[in-house]
């Protein structure tokens, strides 16, 4: 495999960072995950825009311009012949020294990996995912601001380790409230009465690229969406829920806890909203 660091696609051997890169040391950097349908980048410029927005939010320089980003992108996907893939684009903080000081990093990392993804099976798609709610809550959208995707996933791994604990495919996070936020690597929505539920950017949540097309798409469909607080209990008693995510697309959770939601199969706005978001897939 190539991999591109810092403008050059080189052998994945020598795709090396330091050891004292603060991404190393501290999980201090921003990343995105993308997805390449027929060899082309799928919402190239929400991601390379949302990479700029967590890069600022956490004071990160970037010493590229969005246009050497994607140029990036774009030698990784060819050079690795990728048609139907992922993308981790990374920027770290880059070398420093041993303390917490940002500041003294200057040699920042910016790499691309282009590389085949592993899918869920398309039985999953029908059947649905059985989830859990995780005991560790969300970090709090004041304590790093959500709308960053950075580096610092350890929140999430330590829910996710629950969720493979349990035997689930994926962990519910509540935030401090012990309101629904996300799940670890995927938001969540519900559908109830009709109206397609999600939690808003305040419940602590990462904004996902995917989430917003949904909205779109269910807006497209004549079906009403709301962004507000919820309940866990809301979960349990919702006609269907889903999640959305660069690599899950949109997938629906038919279990939560061991307790069945609707009538255990993805229902059908799920999955309308899956086939439009297929569609969208196709027509690059
Ligand atoms: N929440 C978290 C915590 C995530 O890591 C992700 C992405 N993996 C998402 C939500 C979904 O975002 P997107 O649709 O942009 O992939």
Not at 136 to 164: D, F
Not at 201 to 220: D, F, P, Q, Y
Not at 254 to 274: E, H, Q, Y
Request: proline share 4%; hydrophobic share 45%; charged share 20%.
């Amino acid at each position: 495999m190539k991999v591109w660091i810092d403008g050059k696609l080189v052998d994945e051997a020598e795709a090396t960072i330091s050891v004292f890169d603060h991404a190393v040391l501290y999980g201090d950097g921003v990343f995105e995950g993308i997805r390449v349908y027929g060899g082309k980048i799928f919402r190239c410029d929400d991601h390379v825009a949302r990479l700029i927005e967590s890069a600022k939010a956490i004071r990160l320089p970037l010493k590229m311009t969005a246009e050497e980003i994607v140029d990036g992108m774009v030698a990784a996907i060819e050079a690795n012949g990728v048609v139907d893939g992922y993308i981790r684009l990374v920027v770290t903080r880059g070398t420093g020294d041993l303390g917490l000081d940002p500041f003294i990093c200057k040699k920042s990392t910016v790499f691309v990996i282009a590389a085949t993804i592993q899918l869920y099976p398309q039985e999953m798609y029908e059947n649905g995912l059985a989830v859990i709610i995780a005991k560790t809550p969300r970090r709090s959208h004041a304590v790093i601001p959500s709308a960053a995707k950075t580096l610092n996933y350890l929140n999430n791994i330590i829910a996710k380790m629950e969720a493979i604990d349990a035997g689930a495919g994926e962990a519910i996070m509540l935030n401090a409230n012990g309101q629904v936020a996300e799940a670890t690597g995927d938001n969540i929505f519900i559908v109830t009465g009709g109206i397609v539920v999600t939690p808003p950017l305040e419940a602590g949540i990462l904004i996902g690229i995917t989430r917003n097309l949904v909205i779109e798409l269910a807006g497209e469909l004549g079906v009403p969406v709301e962004q507000r607080a919820m309940d866990p209990a809301e979960l349990f008693a919702a006609d269907e829920c889903f999640l959305t995510g660069t690599a899950a697309e949109v997938i629906a959770v038919t279990t939560i806890d061991g307790k069945t939601i609707g009538n255990g199969k993805a229902g059908p706005i799920t999955m309308k909203l899956l086939e439009a978001f297929r569609e969208k897939t196709k027509a690059l």
